[in-house]
């Protein structure tokens, strides 16, 4: 029974130690979207436009002078000095921070925006049902880039160099890949369920990440999409609701239906990070500056989290990790598994399939890997310190 009630502990709940969110003064709404400049940091919300905050979200303002009714905004950008920001009513810009804004849709011929990104002194909009849209001169004037991927939801945008990503939803193949500046569109989806919708990208190097709002969790490639593998080890069910996805440094941060998870290692494994949150707790959006990472939730405002904390966290769960010994390597019949904690061990192969999952015994864990094909695996370690990882490669 003790080993029962441990397992169910450690499959439902693994945090961070000693990191909390703190809510900021910016409460009761739903936030869609956040942008961050410096200690800027713009919100935008469901009903009530765009707030700004001058102060790391110490305070806000609302600043819609400019902006069409009760407007919903989705996303922004911000390029040099300018902001830019779409929702239904298209996409506006501001060249004062905020105080101001002007339209700036013309070329334009469907003006629900969900998406944004700059690629170099490009500005990119998905739009809801028209595709992708490009501006080359600040946003004065767009032009439709839409070969292949015509008349599509456009939920997610995410460029490097020439390359980008573009997440839809609504028909079968929901991601696309364009290697040169949208010209040409590519589906690229073997690997990933139908029907699914994409509404957060994020690249690190080579490799790409792709959150889905349908409950099928994070997805991974490192071949620009030709193939991808589902990396949900960690998350909970509700957490396979993927809003956001943001990259700071090594951390790779998830916004999901059940608050914030971070993974640390490509998406081997995810931890929770919600500490602080209210119960409810759907994260939509997560952007991050050089001081904290700011959420924005359902009906509950814009939470932040200092860098500082997460990052003491984290050395814990390091420390953790290098308590854990995994041996013979390489391996022919049986590997030992030496941890300092009771917890829970997984084993996976490097693309993420699950293999087997058994509890420890003791401080020293044998495992029988004779039946396993040769190549590497990764070894999992979840205790109520943390998660370890550790390689093996079985002969």
């Given amino acids: 029974m003790k080993k029962l009630l441990l397992i169910f502990s450690l499959s439902c709940m693994i945090t961070i130690a000693n990191a909390q969110w703190q809510h900021t003064s910016l409460d009761s709404n739903f936030i869609q979207s956040i942008i961050t400049k410096g200690d800027t940091i713009f919100a935008g919300s469901l009903k009530n436009g765009v707030f700004r905050s001058l102060n790391n979200g110490g305070s806000w303002t609302m600043v819609n002078t400019g902006l069409p009714g009760t407007v919903v905004v989705y996303a922004f950008a911000i390029k040099d000095s300018t902001v830019f920001t779409g929702g239904y009513g298209g996409v506006y810009k501001s060249t004062d921070y905020g105080d101001n804004w002007t339209p700036a849709y013309t070329g334009m011929t469907n003006n629900g925006i969900w998406s944004m990104a700059l690629r170099g002194n490009d500005i990119i909009a998905g739009t809801y049902g ?31 160099g020439d390359s980008i990503f573009a997440g839809t939803y609504g028909n079968v193949g929901s991601i696309f890949f364009s ?28 490799t790409t990440f ?36 943001t ?22 494994n995810w931890v929770a990070k919600n500490n602080g ?68 061990i997984t084993i996976s192969t490097i ?28 070894v999992e370690v979840r205790t109520e310190k943390g998660i370890g990882v550790k390689k093996f490669i079985k002969e």
């Fill in 351 to 378: 693309q993420g399939q699950l293999i087997k999952t058994t509890a420890t015994s003791g401080s020293k864990t044998n495992v029988d890997v004779s039946a396993l094909p040769c190549g590497v695996y990764i």
């Fill in 179 to 206: 290697p040169n500046n949208g010209v040409n569109w590519d589906s690229v989806n073997n690997g990933m369920p139908p029907l699914i919708w994409i509404d957060a990208i994020a690249r690190k190097g080579d």
């Fill in 130 to 160: 028209g595709g992708l849209y490009l501006s080359s001169n600040n946003g004065n004037n767009w032009d439709s880039i839409n070969n292949g991927i015509a008349n599509r939801c456009i939920m997610a945008i995410n460029t490097k």
């Fill in 210 to 245: 792709a959150g889905d709002r349908s409950c099928m969790g994070v997805f991974r490639t490192t071949n620009y999409g030709q193939s991808w593998t589902a990396v949900n080890t960690g998350l909970t069910i509700d957490a396979e609701y993927v809003n956001s996805l």
């Fill in 247 to 268: 990259l700071k440094d090594n951390y790779l941060f998830a916004g999901t239906g059940d608050g914030v998870f971070i993974t640390t290692n490509n998406g081997n």
């Fill in 277 to 344: 949150l209210p119960s409810y707790h759907i994260v939509r959006t997560i952007a991050i500056n050089n001081k904290f990472i700011f959420a924005g939730l359902d009906s509950f405002g814009v939470w932040r989290l200092p860098l500082s904390e997460l990052s003491a966290g984290f050395e814990e769960m390091n420390n953790h990790e290098r308590n854990i010994a995994v041996y013979p390597n390489p391996a022919t019949n049986h590997i030992n598994i030496e941890t300092s904690s009771e917890g829970i």
